[in-house]
Protein backbone atom coordinates (compact mmCIF):
# COMPACT_ATOMS: atom_id res chain seq x y z
CA UNK A 1 0.00 0.00 0.00
CA UNK A 2 2.50 2.43 0.64
CA UNK A 3 4.95 1.72 -2.03
CA UNK A 4 2.24 1.81 -4.20
CA UNK A 5 1.33 5.55 -2.91
CA UNK A 6 5.01 6.20 -3.17
CA UNK A 7 4.89 5.43 -6.89
CA UNK A 8 1.77 7.07 -8.08
CA UNK A 9 3.36 10.59 -5.80
CA UNK A 10 6.77 10.53 -8.01
CA UNK A 11 5.36 9.55 -10.85
CA UNK A 12 2.43 12.32 -11.32
CA UNK A 13 5.61 14.90 -10.63
CA UNK A 14 8.05 13.48 -12.07
CA UNK A 15 10.16 13.10 -9.36
CA UNK A 16 12.92 10.29 -8.92
CA UNK A 17 14.48 10.29 -5.30
CA UNK A 18 18.08 9.39 -5.15
CA UNK A 19 19.20 6.07 -4.27
CA UNK A 20 20.78 6.05 -0.65
CA UNK A 21 21.87 3.01 1.25
CA UNK A 22 19.21 2.77 3.93
CA UNK A 23 20.35 3.12 7.33
CA UNK A 24 20.03 -0.11 9.38
CA UNK A 25 19.75 -0.41 13.19
CA UNK A 26 18.31 -3.03 15.53
CA UNK A 27 16.13 -1.86 18.96
CA UNK A 28 14.16 -3.99 20.81
CA UNK A 29 15.69 -7.24 19.06
CA UNK A 30 13.62 -5.44 15.82
CA UNK A 31 15.57 -4.30 12.87
CA UNK A 32 14.98 -1.39 10.62
CA UNK A 33 15.58 0.00 7.90
CA UNK A 34 15.80 3.90 7.60
CA UNK A 35 15.75 5.72 4.42
CA UNK A 36 17.25 9.08 3.71
CA UNK A 37 13.60 10.70 4.08
CA UNK A 38 12.69 8.97 7.02
CA UNK A 39 13.74 9.73 10.18
CA UNK A 40 16.37 7.49 11.77
CA UNK A 41 16.94 5.83 14.94
CA UNK A 42 16.31 7.87 17.93
CA UNK A 43 16.84 6.80 21.59
CA UNK A 44 13.19 9.43 22.52
CA UNK A 45 11.66 6.39 20.60
CA UNK A 46 13.28 3.37 22.37
CA UNK A 47 12.86 5.14 26.17
CA UNK A 48 8.86 6.05 25.19
CA UNK A 49 8.30 2.48 24.07
CA UNK A 50 10.06 0.93 27.82
CA UNK A 51 8.46 3.75 29.81
CA UNK A 52 5.35 2.59 28.18
CA UNK A 53 5.96 -0.96 28.48
CA UNK A 54 7.08 -0.67 32.66
CA UNK A 55 3.83 1.38 33.40
CA UNK A 56 1.36 -1.30 31.63
CA UNK A 57 3.40 -3.84 33.97
CA UNK A 58 3.20 -2.08 36.92
CA UNK A 59 -0.46 -1.27 36.63
CA UNK A 60 -1.27 -4.78 35.54
CA UNK A 61 -3.06 -3.86 32.42
CA UNK A 62 -4.64 -6.10 30.64
CA UNK A 63 -5.71 -6.36 26.69
CA UNK A 64 -4.97 -3.34 25.42
CA UNK A 65 -5.66 -1.40 22.11
CA UNK A 66 -2.66 0.52 21.83
CA UNK A 67 -2.25 3.83 19.40
CA UNK A 68 1.12 4.86 18.40
CA UNK A 69 0.37 8.46 17.15
CA UNK A 70 3.40 9.96 14.78
CA UNK A 71 4.78 6.76 15.17
CA UNK A 72 8.28 7.39 12.99
CA UNK A 73 9.76 4.03 11.99
CA UNK A 74 7.45 2.59 14.42
CA UNK A 75 10.01 1.58 17.26
CA UNK A 76 6.83 2.34 19.80
CA UNK A 77 4.35 0.91 18.61
CA UNK A 78 6.27 -2.53 17.53
CA UNK A 79 8.46 -2.78 20.13
CA UNK A 80 5.17 -2.78 22.42
CA UNK A 81 3.66 -5.49 20.21
CA UNK A 82 6.69 -7.40 19.90
CA UNK A 83 6.90 -7.79 23.95
CA UNK A 84 3.49 -7.07 24.99
CA UNK A 85 1.12 -9.09 22.56
CA UNK A 86 2.30 -12.20 23.19
CA UNK A 87 0.98 -12.74 26.70
CA UNK A 88 -2.46 -11.44 25.42
CA UNK A 89 -0.85 -8.04 27.21
CA UNK A 90 -1.52 -5.76 23.91
CA UNK A 91 -4.51 -7.21 21.80
CA UNK A 92 -3.46 -4.81 18.96
CA UNK A 93 -1.58 -1.72 17.98
CA UNK A 94 -2.15 0.90 15.46
CA UNK A 95 0.99 3.32 13.99
CA UNK A 96 -0.04 6.43 11.99
CA UNK A 97 2.21 9.24 11.07
CA UNK A 98 1.91 11.78 8.51
CA UNK A 99 5.20 11.18 6.56
CA UNK A 100 4.77 8.63 3.72
CA UNK A 101 8.88 8.00 4.00
CA UNK A 102 8.06 6.88 7.90
CA UNK A 103 5.56 4.97 6.87
CA UNK A 104 7.46 2.86 4.29
CA UNK A 105 10.50 1.89 6.77
CA UNK A 106 7.43 0.70 9.39
CA UNK A 107 6.47 -1.32 6.23
CA UNK A 108 10.05 -2.68 5.84
CA UNK A 109 9.90 -3.45 9.23
CA UNK A 110 6.69 -5.41 9.38
CA UNK A 111 8.29 -7.67 6.96
CA UNK A 112 11.91 -7.86 7.86
CA UNK A 113 10.62 -9.19 11.38
CA UNK A 114 8.22 -11.30 10.34
CA UNK A 115 5.13 -9.05 11.99
CA UNK A 116 3.44 -8.55 8.42
CA UNK A 117 1.37 -11.71 8.60
CA UNK A 118 -0.49 -9.59 11.83
CA UNK A 119 -1.44 -6.53 9.45
CA UNK A 120 -5.08 -6.25 9.62
CA UNK A 121 -5.93 -7.63 12.24
CA UNK A 122 -2.91 -7.37 15.23
CA UNK A 123 -1.45 -4.26 13.43
CA UNK A 124 -2.91 -1.63 11.32
CA UNK A 125 -0.94 1.48 9.64
CA UNK A 126 -2.34 4.28 8.46
CA UNK A 127 -1.04 7.49 6.76
CA UNK A 128 -2.64 10.27 8.71
CA UNK A 129 -2.37 14.07 9.57
CA UNK A 130 -3.93 13.71 13.17
CA UNK A 131 -6.62 11.63 13.12
CA UNK A 132 -8.11 12.80 9.66
CA UNK A 133 -7.90 9.08 7.97
CA UNK A 134 -7.81 6.53 11.02
CA UNK A 135 -11.24 4.65 10.44
CA UNK A 136 -13.42 6.52 12.85
CA UNK A 137 -14.69 3.37 14.59
CA UNK A 138 -11.29 2.92 16.00
CA UNK A 139 -11.06 3.36 19.59
CA UNK A 140 -7.94 3.24 21.67
CA UNK A 141 -7.20 2.22 25.22
CA UNK A 142 -3.81 3.95 25.19
CA UNK A 143 -2.46 6.28 22.93
CA UNK A 144 1.16 6.97 23.23
CA UNK A 145 3.64 9.18 21.26
CA UNK A 146 6.77 11.20 21.59
CA UNK A 147 5.26 13.85 20.18
CA UNK A 148 7.21 16.52 18.06
CA UNK A 149 8.21 19.14 20.99
CA UNK A 150 9.60 22.17 19.28
CA UNK A 151 7.26 24.94 18.26
CA UNK A 152 9.41 26.21 15.49
CA UNK A 153 7.34 29.05 12.93
CA UNK A 154 10.15 29.58 10.59
CA UNK A 155 11.15 26.43 8.20
CA UNK A 156 12.88 28.61 5.46
CA UNK A 157 16.13 29.02 7.22
CA UNK A 158 18.49 26.67 7.52
CA UNK A 159 18.95 23.08 5.89
CA UNK A 160 16.45 20.94 7.77
CA UNK A 161 17.10 16.84 7.61
CA UNK A 162 13.86 14.95 8.11
CA UNK A 163 15.09 14.16 11.50
CA UNK A 164 15.44 17.41 12.32
CA UNK A 165 11.50 18.48 10.82
CA UNK A 166 10.27 15.46 12.87
CA UNK A 167 10.86 17.50 16.15
CA UNK A 168 8.75 20.53 15.04
CA UNK A 169 5.31 21.26 15.86
CA UNK A 170 4.63 24.51 14.31
CA UNK A 171 2.89 27.05 16.59
CA UNK A 172 1.78 24.30 18.80
CA UNK A 173 -0.68 22.83 15.84
CA UNK A 174 -0.12 18.95 16.32
CA UNK A 175 -0.79 18.80 19.94
CA UNK A 176 -3.63 21.66 19.90
CA UNK A 177 -5.45 19.21 17.07
CA UNK A 178 -4.36 16.27 19.40
CA UNK A 179 -6.24 16.86 22.45
CA UNK A 180 -9.56 19.16 20.88
CA UNK A 181 -10.44 15.29 19.15
CA UNK A 182 -8.49 12.68 21.55
CA UNK A 183 -11.69 12.11 23.51
CA UNK A 184 -13.61 11.08 20.49
CA UNK A 185 -10.61 7.90 19.78
CA UNK A 186 -10.68 6.62 23.48
CA UNK A 187 -12.52 3.47 25.13
CA UNK A 188 -14.27 4.37 28.57
CA UNK A 189 -10.90 3.14 29.98
CA UNK A 190 -8.82 5.30 27.67
CA UNK A 191 -5.65 7.24 28.27
CA UNK A 192 -2.97 9.37 26.32
CA UNK A 193 0.22 9.41 27.46
CA UNK A 194 2.92 11.67 26.00
CA UNK A 195 6.61 11.52 26.39
CA UNK A 196 7.84 15.57 26.13
CA UNK A 197 10.92 16.85 25.58
CA UNK A 198 11.96 18.78 28.78
CA UNK A 199 14.39 20.99 25.75
CA UNK A 200 11.16 22.05 23.76
CA UNK A 201 8.34 21.69 26.15
CA UNK A 202 7.04 22.38 29.30
CA UNK A 203 3.79 21.52 31.55
CA UNK A 204 2.92 24.97 31.20
CA UNK A 205 3.08 24.99 27.46
CA UNK A 206 0.90 22.10 26.88
CA UNK A 207 -1.20 21.86 29.56
CA UNK A 208 -3.33 24.77 28.21
CA UNK A 209 -4.65 21.97 25.17
CA UNK A 210 -5.67 19.46 27.69
CA UNK A 211 -7.28 22.02 29.88
CA UNK A 212 -9.33 23.40 26.96
CA UNK A 213 -11.37 19.70 26.48
CA UNK A 214 -13.80 19.59 28.86
CA UNK A 215 -14.16 15.63 28.24
CA UNK A 216 -10.35 14.74 29.58
CA UNK A 217 -8.88 15.19 32.48
CA UNK A 218 -5.48 15.57 33.14
CA UNK A 219 -3.88 13.17 35.32
CA UNK A 220 0.09 14.46 35.91
CA UNK A 221 2.93 14.84 35.05
CA UNK A 222 6.22 12.29 35.61
CA UNK A 223 9.99 12.13 34.81
CA UNK A 224 10.85 8.83 32.38
CA UNK A 225 13.98 7.33 34.05
CA UNK A 226 15.72 6.27 30.74
CA UNK A 227 15.82 9.64 29.61
CA UNK A 228 15.81 12.22 32.08
CA UNK A 229 15.22 15.10 29.58
CA UNK A 230 11.91 13.67 29.50
CA UNK A 231 8.79 13.98 30.89
CA UNK A 232 5.14 12.01 30.68
CA UNK A 233 1.90 14.20 30.26
CA UNK A 234 -0.72 11.44 31.13
CA UNK A 235 -4.64 12.06 30.67
CA UNK A 236 -7.27 10.28 30.50
CA UNK A 237 -11.70 10.79 29.67
CA UNK A 238 -13.14 13.17 32.43
Not at 29 to 40: F, M, N, R, T
Not at 89 to 116: E, M
Not at 151 to 163: K, L, Q, V, Y
Request: aromatic fraction near 10%; glycine fraction near 10%; hydrophobic fraction near 35%.
Amino acid sequence: MIRSLLISAFDAIGYEPPRKKARRYTIGGLSYDAGPYSVGETPQGEATAEGAIRMIRERGLRELRVLDICCGTGIIGLTMFSRLSVDGTVNSVGLSDINIFNLNVVCRALKNNGLDRQVGSGLKVWLSDCFTHIPVEERFDIIVSNPPHFPREDFTSGDFTPDVLGTFDANWAFHSDFYRECHERLTPRGEVWFLENGEGASESDLLPFISANPRLKYTGQSNEPLLPKCFWMISKLA
